[in-house]
Structures are given as C-alpha cells and as structure tokens.
C-alpha cells in the first residue's frame, strides 16, 4: 500500500491502534502456526519476505529476484505467459508488471477480463519519504504485500488444476512500483501487452495487504463500483463467514484505483493497517497465514462468480466512485424509537439503498417485536423473505403485510448471509400517527391484517446459511473454523 495517502489516515488511527488492537491479537500467527509451513501461501511469505530479496523495491536487484520468484512460480504452476513477447512481464523503465492468463471458456464472452492482482514491490531499506523508520533496514514487507502476492499465487494454481475453466478469462497480475505511486497498474490501463490486446477488464479484486486478519475482520474498498458486488461477496463468503467491513471512501492507495478511475468495478480486500506498516518489523512472524488462505479463498469465490456469470455484467456504476462512508452513515442512521408509530405487526422500518434496490437496511427494531424476538438488529440488510429474493422496499413491504403468521428473512449481516425463523405478533393498535416523521427514503414494514393472536414467540436463533465452499474448486486449504 502506498504510504503517501495513507499517512493523514493512520496519523488518526495510530493511538487506536496501538491502544490494543494488535495487543490482543498478536499471538494469533503463533496460534495458527502455519506461516513456517512448506506449502501454501506460508511458503509464498516467507519466500518474498525474505531478507535476500532486499524489500523488494522496484527496479532493484531485489525487486528482480522477487519477480523471479513469482515467474517461476506461475511457471511450475503451467500458467501462460500474458506479457511483451511471449514473457510473462510487461515492463516499463526499470520495473515490470507480471501477468498470467487463465483462457475463458465461453466464447461469447472471452474478451471480457476478470483480474486478480497484488502489488509485489516495497520500499526497499526504506526512506524518509515511504518508511516509518528506522530506514536503512531491510523493510520485508510480509504483509505489505508480500501477503496478497501470496492470495494471488494460491488463486493461480487453483485456476490452473481446474478441470472446467470458467466462462470468462482470468488474468492473474503481479503490479510493480506501486509504492512509488501505482506504477505498475496505472501503466497497465494504460497500455496493454500484445496477448490482452483485444480484451477488456470487466472486474477487478486487488489484495493488498491480507496479511493481519484480526477477529475475522477484512475491509472491503470499491463494493459499490457494480450493481450487485455486495451480494457478490457476501455469498463468495459463505464458506469462509468472515466480517467485511464496507468502507465507500475510494481513495489513491493501492492498486484498485487506477481501475475505478478507468471505469471498471473493483473491489479491494485488506486486513487494515498496524504499528508495523511501512516498518522494518513487517516481518513474517507476524502474519495470519491461515488469514492469507481465508482472504484468498473469498477472493476466489468472487473471482469465480463474476467470471463464470452467464449473461452480460451489470457494468460500472458511477456512483460509486463519488460515494463516501458519509452516505454509508445516513443510509444506514438509526431511526429512533419512539419517533414514530408503529404499524407494522413485524416490527421494523427500513430504508431503501439505491445502490442495491434488492437489500433495503433495517434502521429500527421495535423492542419486543416477532423481528426483535427472532434476532434482527439495525443494520442488517433483507434479501429474501421465504427464498424469495426481495425486488424492492416497496415489494418487500407488501410481501411482510400479506404474509401469514410466520416468516423466515435472510438477511445479510457484515457480509455474513443468514436465515431467521419469525413468528409473527398480533397486529399492534394504531395510534394514529402518520409515517412521515420517518426520514423520506425510510418506511416501516406494512400494518398487518392478521387478527388472530399468536402464542407467545419462541424465537428460533439465527442460523447460519448452508456454506457454499463445496462448490469451489479444492486447493485453498480451508483450515479455519
Ligand atoms: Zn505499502
């Protein structure tokens, strides 16, 4: 990641940080004890963090023998080569891109490019103006991003040994320089290498820094740069259930940027920042190995659904390029209890995102409603209501006002899919209140018809949804709970 932008951002966060964030989590590399292991993508950290390779910056010795690395790699693996004239690098100056095509198998759509890439450059032995300090030590860089290089290498191989290729190619990138500015990936949508000539990127995840996965916690950047990513996601998530915290502020700090900049949808995964970032103590000990595996393999689920959508893309939606966690926050603001009547004999009122239509947010539970009962909280997102997808709020309103005495809502919650049972309540008396102190784009879920009283709610707890990970191709080891 490119410490420039970063600088204002971790200047804020750094007391937090250092404050206990890391303090707790620290010991949980040494717990999952797999970053010294010979195989998987603890072999892929250890090799690019290692002190022989200098910290890797671009155009240095080192930086080439990184690249080396990773040619090797993509070549043991039998991927081909999608550089200048039959390599696999895509130089520029001093410094080269790396770049691997996995051929779609769909000619309708084998000129649509999906990519998945990670920066494979640091900053060398640092200086003042990219490290921390203290400069002149070697700066590994094993999470930044010695760590996503590693994500993109696993999701390499795992393309390769797959029988059925998906419908639509799969590039595999490796950027250069990104710590001098985004290089490497700004050179790249620029000027593309005679074997990509004729196609063009319709969606990108770029990995940088997937290294510290801390509480299961990954950071999403660009989720609202195509109709749809979020759920997109969040069922590439169903087999690994991690936390994804959706940030909408885009901003220059890594490799995504130039491509949202170009109009293509891309989503970033990183594992947020701590006291090691852009130091000489980016070392191997300290990364989440089994975090690496878990990140990769979301990826990978995205990666796959995308390439192997039939049917057109939905394409890039602007505004999710303008969109700041600003709007995230009055989307997703409470509305108050008591502010308003209750009419519905659910208990909820949503707004509706015009980002996705197809998930409006709970921003009220009524206390001691069938929703409360049966677990909803302000936040969560309905897609469903009895296995069948919500259309719109509007739609979703008459569904809840229509339906019997019991429901089951899949909702999505941090990016976690889930099913809950709701048993409904009896219809509450109207006080006569209209809906209008609920902010315009926010609506309670309709009023009931029902009459009959309902037995006291036994609220089934919120299960999760049937995981999904079967469907992926073996070889990203799942080795987390
Ligand atoms: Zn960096």
Same mark, same amino acid.
């Given at each position: 990641m490119d410490v420039r932008t970063v600088l204002p951002a971790i200047a804020v966060g750094w007391s937090i940080l250092s404050a206990g964030l890391l303090g707790g989590e620290r010991g949980h590399a040494a717990e999952a004890g @797999?970053?010294?292991?010979?195989?998987g993508a603890g072999r892929h950290v250890a090799a690019l963090a290692d002190?022989?390779?200098?910290?890797?910056?671009?155009? @240095?010795r080192g930086g080439r023998a990184a690249g080396a690395y990773i040619v090797e790699t993509l070549r043991g693996a039998g991927l081909r080569p999608a550089g200048d004239e039959g390599t696999y690098y895509q130089r520029f100056g001093t410094m080269r891109n790396i770049l691997a095509l996995v051929p779609g198998s769909d000619p309708a759509c084998e000129r649509e490019l999906v990519v998945v890439g990670a920066h494979y450059d640091h900053v060398g032995y640092g200086t003042a103006a990219n490290s921390?300090?203290?400069?002149?030590?070697?700066?590994?860089?094993a999470d930044d991003n010695a760590s996503g290089v590693a994500g993109v290498l696993e999701i390499a191989e795992v393309l390769q040994a797959m029988p059925a290729k998906p419908r639509r190619p799969v590039l595999l990138a490796f950027w250069d320089g990104e710590e001098k500015g985004l290089l490497g990936s700004w050179h790249f949508v620029r000027v593309r290498p005679q074997p990509l000539l004729d196609l063009r990127p319709v969606f990108v995840v770029n990995l940088d820094m997937?290294?510290?996965?801390r509480g299961e916690r990954v950071e999403i950047y660009?989720?609202?740069?195509?109709? !749809?990513l979020r759920r997109i996601l969040a069922e590439a998530n169903r087999g690994t259930g991690l936390e994804l915290i959706f940030d909408w502020d885009i901003v220059d700090? @890594?490799?995504h940027f130039p491509f949202i900049e170009s109009r293509v949808p891309t989503v970033m995964l990183h594992t947020g920042l701590h006291d090691?970032?852009?130091?000489?103590?980016?070392?191997?000990?300290?990364?989440?190995t089994a975090g690496v595996e878990a990140v990769a393999r979301l990826a990978l689920g995205m990666v796959m659904a995308v390439a192997d959508q039939p049917g057109a893309l939905a394409g890039f939606r602007d505004a999710g390029r303008r969109e700041k966690n600003a709007h995230r926050d009055s989307l997703e603001r409470v509305v108050p209890?008591? @502010?308003? +009547?209750?009419?519905?004999?659910w208990g909820m009122s949503t707004r509706s995102d015009a980002?996705?239509?197809t998930a409006p947010v709970v921003v009220r539970v009524v206390p001691d409603s069938p929703l409360d009962r049966a677990g909803l909280r302000t936040g969560d997102r309905i897609i469903a209501i009895d296995g069948e997808p919500i259309v719109t709020q509007t739609a979703m309103l008459e569904r809840m006002a229509t339906a019997g005495d019991a429901l089951r809502l899949t909702l999505e919650r941090a990016g976690r899919i889930l099913d809950i049972d709701v048993v409904g309540g009896r219809a509450p008396a109207s006080t006569?209140?209209?809906?209008? +102190?609920?902010?315009?784009?926010a609506a309670d879920e309709g009023s009931g018809a029902m009459t009959r009283p309902i037995p006291p709610g036994k609220p089934l707890p919120g299960r999760p949804a049937p !995981?999904? +990970?079967?469907?992926l191709p073996a070889g990203l080891k799942k080795n987390r709970p």
């Amino acid at each position: 990641m490119d410490v420039r932008t970063v600088l204002p951002a971790i200047a804020v966060g750094w007391s937090i940080l250092s404050a206990g964030l890391l303090g707790g989590e620290r010991g949980h590399a040494a717990e999952a004890g @797999s970053v010294n292991d010979a195989a998987g993508a603890g072999r892929h950290v250890a090799a690019l963090a290692d002190d022989a390779l200098e910290g890797r910056e671009g155009g @240095s010795r080192g930086g080439r023998a990184a690249g080396a690395y990773i040619v090797e790699t993509l070549r043991g693996a039998g991927l081909r080569p999608a550089g200048d004239e039959g390599t696999y690098y895509q130089r520029f100056g001093t410094m080269r891109n790396i770049l691997a095509l996995v051929p779609g198998s769909d000619p309708a759509c084998e000129r649509e490019l999906v990519v998945v890439g990670a920066h494979y450059d640091h900053v060398g032995y640092g200086t003042a103006a990219n490290s921390y300090g203290p400069t002149g030590l070697i700066h590994n860089g094993a999470d930044d991003n010695a760590s996503g290089v590693a994500g993109v290498l696993e999701i390499a191989e795992v393309l390769q040994a797959m029988p059925a290729k998906p419908r639509r190619p799969v590039l595999l990138a490796f950027w250069d320089g990104e710590e001098k500015g985004l290089l490497g990936s700004w050179h790249f949508v620029r000027v593309r290498p005679q074997p990509l000539l004729d196609l063009r990127p319709v969606f990108v995840v770029n990995l940088d820094m997937i290294g510290r996965l801390r509480g299961e916690r990954v950071e999403i950047y660009g989720g609202r740069t195509m109709l !749809g990513l979020r759920r997109i996601l969040a069922e590439a998530n169903r087999g690994t259930g991690l936390e994804l915290i959706f940030d909408w502020d885009i901003v220059d700090d @890594s490799d995504h940027f130039p491509f949202i900049e170009s109009r293509v949808p891309t989503v970033m995964l990183h594992t947020g920042l701590h006291d090691e970032y852009h130091r000489p103590s980016d070392d191997v000990q300290l990364v989440n190995t089994a975090g690496v595996e878990a990140v990769a393999r979301l990826a990978l689920g995205m990666v796959m659904a995308v390439a192997d959508q039939p049917g057109a893309l939905a394409g890039f939606r602007d505004a999710g390029r303008r969109e700041k966690n600003a709007h995230r926050d009055s989307l997703e603001r409470v509305v108050p209890a008591g @502010s308003v +009547a209750t009419r519905g004999r659910w208990g909820m009122s949503t707004r509706s995102d015009a980002g996705d239509p197809t998930a409006p947010v709970v921003v009220r539970v009524v206390p001691d409603s069938p929703l409360d009962r049966a677990g909803l909280r302000t936040g969560d997102r309905i897609i469903a209501i009895d296995g069948e997808p919500i259309v719109t709020q509007t739609a979703m309103l008459e569904r809840m006002a229509t339906a019997g005495d019991a429901l089951r809502l899949t909702l999505e919650r941090a990016g976690r899919i889930l099913d809950i049972d709701v048993v409904g309540g009896r219809a509450p008396a109207s006080t006569g209140e209209t809906q209008t +102190a609920v902010p315009s784009p926010a609506a309670d879920e309709g009023s009931g018809a029902m009459t009959r009283p309902i037995p006291p709610g036994k609220p089934l707890p919120g299960r999760p949804a049937p !995981g999904s +990970a079967a469907s992926l191709p073996a070889g990203l080891k799942k080795n987390r709970p």
